[in-house]
């Protein structure tokens, strides 16, 4: 079967389900490193891994959702609940830009009471106070909420956004692209079926909008869940051309009510295997994400060699996996270091994969990396 998976990626075929099920279940780890590397090359050659310095923020821990694999959320009686005003992010950001972001990553949970002018206040002041920063906001499931308040269709929601100067969003919320997973995961169900995540990112596509890809695995998913959802992403890829890159990283069960219907959390032998199927599967995606910040430092720069081409952001301030009880931080030396020390060439970029800065010096002596 790796014969016939190798020819077909010779020849530039696409996978199909089988195949990535037997990558995913069956194939030798260290077979897949080659195989995806190759593919890595052909998507983006040089020897360049990209990152972006960011930071990731987030305006409210109020949410109705009460997801399960959730240790962020509050309910608005919670005693640590909290939103911010628009000027209260407006200063975090401004702190964040001290440290040479350009991009702020914002989540938030589902507030049942904040309008949709808040969500536009926070694009179009951003934009105005810090020129300088590309605003990566607001997930599907969040968009799906600004709908249900205001009443607008998901279309003119995200048109609102897009006017307020919002030009991409980040693929949270898609978890595992499965109905069957987020009956499981989800307790009431209000984060949307599949059909909801594709969709938001669908009309987000038509009205120009860039946006990523993401799954979060090793709850309570098959392996074919696994292969669904990368069938969803290639199809709407195929549709709209619209993800710039999948980024995929393993539930953090600490604190979350799921704690113990799992077992022990997936390592770095999964991960490095999701990596590289990932690569050999979503052959119209053009950037895989290997995070130093969701499996640790080392696993990053070992699927670098799986793989992946992007090491993802400096994610300054954290919060969402930090209540899951996971806390990881760097600086950009160190991301740099990083990537030097795992055989490529660091590069900045944008939020949109374009390159504005590359830093071909030799490597400097190593980080001790945790
Ligand atoms: S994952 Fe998001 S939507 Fe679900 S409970 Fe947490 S904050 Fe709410």
């Not at 075929?13 to 279940?25: A, K, S, T």
Request: proline share 4%.
């Amino acid at each position: 079967m790796l014969e016939a998976i190798r020819e077909k990626l010779a020849a530039g075929e696409r996978l199909d389900r089988e195949d990535g099920l037997f990558l995913l279940q069956k194939a030798n780890l260290l077979d897949l490193a080659p195989m995806a590397q190759e593919v890595r090359y052909r998507h983006n050659p040089e020897r360049v891994v990209t990152f972006v310095v960011d930071t990731n923020l987030n305006y409210t821990n109020v949410c109705d959702a009460y997801c399960t694999f959730c240790a962020f959320y509050r309910t608005e009686r919670d005693n640590d609940a909290y939103t911010y005003s628009v000027d209260e992010v407006m200063g975090m950001i401004g702190t964040a830009t001290e440290k040479g972001i350009t991009t702020v990553l914002m989540q938030g949970g589902l507030n049942p009471s904040l309008p949709l002018d808040y969500y536009t206040r926070l694009v179009r002041e951003t934009r105005r106070r810090y020129p300088q920063v590309h605003p990566h906001f607001f997930s599907a499931p969040e968009i799906m909420k600004m709908s249900q308040v205001s009443g607008l269709p998901i279309s003119e929601v995200l048109g609102e956004l897009r006017e307020a100067g919002l030009e991409s969003i980040p693929g949270g919320g898609s978890e595992v692209l499965s109905n069957r997973v987020k009956h499981k995961i989800s307790r009431l169900f209000p984060k949307g079926r599949v059909d909801d995540w594709t969709l938001v990112h669908r009309e987000a596509h038509k009205l120009g909008y860039r946006t990523t890809a993401t799954m979060m695995y090793g709850h309570l998913e098959e392996d074919e869940d696994v292969i669904e959802h990368l069938e969803h992403v290639r199809s709407l890829q195929d549709e709209t051309g619209g993800f710039t890159a999948f980024i995929p990283w393993s539930f953090k069960k600490t604190n979350t009510a799921l704690d113990k219907r799992v077992g022990a959390e997936a390592g770095p032998n999964r991960y490095l295997r999701v990596i590289a199927l990932s690569r050999l599967y979503l052959d119209n995606v053009p950037h895989i994400q290997a995070s130093w910040f969701s499996e640790g430092k080392k696993t990053g720069q070992v699927a670098l060699h799986f793989g992946g081409d992007d090491f993802g952001g400096t994610l300054f301030d954290e919060n969402v996996m930090q209540e899951a009880g996971f806390y990881n931080r760097t600086t950009i030396e160190e991301v740099k270091t990083l990537i030097r020390e795992a055989g490529f060439i660091p590069a900045q970029r944008t939020t949109m994969y374009e390159v504005v800065g590359r830093f071909d010096e030799a490597a400097p002596k190593a980080v001790e990396a945790a």
